[in-house]
């Protein structure tokens, strides 16, 4: 049985460019999407963070923005696919995908569907009210409604739609935060600064998740750089997913005193994706994107944001976003030999 350190943040707070503190911690599906696929597949996992300190689910990671159905989410592709000629031009930001009620848009459909329209009607209606709402920043109830694009719906019926996502989209969540409290290692973790380096060299894998408290306390970490060391030598596999990547810098140096993992090829959460989240418009303090490239690395990002990105160099598996949880779970489980 293969055997994974899952090793988590355990920060809570990060300060901002101005000084200022902010909510951190870890970002729960990154966390639960991995660790579910890993245990399903018989991996031994053990929990640890750098300090021994129960890890802790950043708030903005658990907002039903991210974590919409997958019927839900998968219609909303097909009808985000419409919105320019080439699928390559398409440009998505996080506000557009999750702030505008595009999500709802099956929904919407289905409630014309069964207000007597017919579902090509309905769901071309939708996909021009969907555009409209991308190009112009609006909300998409608000553009079926005032532009007439809703056919025979009413405002509370477009509106009930809406609702609806956003419940079964907080019901997600909620199951999610309980999945994440139900799992002892996340409760009471494993101490990496406590591990001897005998007890490092017994796993065949070590995963870091993200969420932007890898920055804080995994960055510079003298544990982590023993851990990356040992691992490393023995070709074991390093994973990592969005900003999970910031424990990499702690890798330390190679006999010929490069860094460790110079002129590998890998990804994290980019700059422009930080750029939309909260925190980066708020100020981060450092971006990890291009901490990452001055370090050494070669980057390899996603034609656009927000897509499923996964980098496999060698013994190093990186994942660039939330949406990349469940392929780079596929890629530590197939070097593992255990998919």
């Known amino acids: 049985m293969p055997r994974l350190l899952y090793l988590v943040t355990s920060a809570r707070e990060m300060r901002l460019a101005d000084g200022t503190p902010h909510e951190t911690g870890f970002f729960a599906e990154e966390a639960a999407v991995p660790y579910r696929r890993f245990v399903a597949a018989g991996v031994d996992v053990v929990v640890a963070t750098p300090d021994g300190r129960a890890p802790h689910a950043d708030s903005y990671g658990l907002q039903p923005i991210f974590h919409m159905p997958d019927e839900d989410e998968d219609f909303l592709g097909s009808i985000t696919r419409t919105f320019a000629p080439d699928v390559d031009d398409i440009r998505l930001t996080l506000r557009q995908l999750t702030g505008l009620g595009l999500g709802a848009s099956r929904r919407i459909v289905l409630a014309m569907r069964d207000a007597g329209t017919p579902v090509e009607e309905a769901r071309s209606l939708v996909a021009r009210a969907a555009r409209t709402a991308w190009r112009e920043d609006r909300q998409l109830a608000d553009v079926l409604t005032d532009d007439g694009l809703g056919s025979s719906l009413t405002r509370a019926e477009v509106d009930a739609a809406v609702a609806a996502h956003h419940a079964a989209s907080q019901a997600i969540s909620d199951s ?10 996340f409760q009471a973790p494993v101490d990496l600064s406590t591990m001897s380096d005998a007890e490092m060299g017994t ?29 490393h030598r023995r070709n074991a596999t390093v994973a990592s997913l969005c900003h999970g990547p910031a424990a990499l810098l702690a890798a330390g140096g190679r006999d010929d005193g490069q860094w460790l993992f110079e002129g590998y090829r890998l990804t994290c959460f980019t700059d422009e994706e930080e750029d939309q989240t909260v925190a980066g418009q708020l100020g981060m303090p450092w971006y990890l ?35 990349s949880s469940d392929a780079v779970a596929d890629a530590v489980l197939k070097s593992l030999a255990a998919l």
Do not use: C, Y
């Open 176 to 185: 999610l935060a309980a999945e994440l409290a139900a799992i002892p290692g």
């Open 203 to 231: 796993f065949d894998a070590v995963f870091v998740p993200g969420g932007h408290g890898p920055m804080i306390d995994l960055a510079d970490n003298p544990d982590v750089t023993r851990l990356l060391q040992i691992l």
């Open 289 to 323: 994107d291009t901490a990452l490239k001055n370090a050494g690395a070669v980057f390899d990002d996603a034609p656009s944001a927000w897509v499923s990105h996964v980098v496999v160099d060698r013994n190093l598996i990186t994942g660039q976003n939330p949406g």
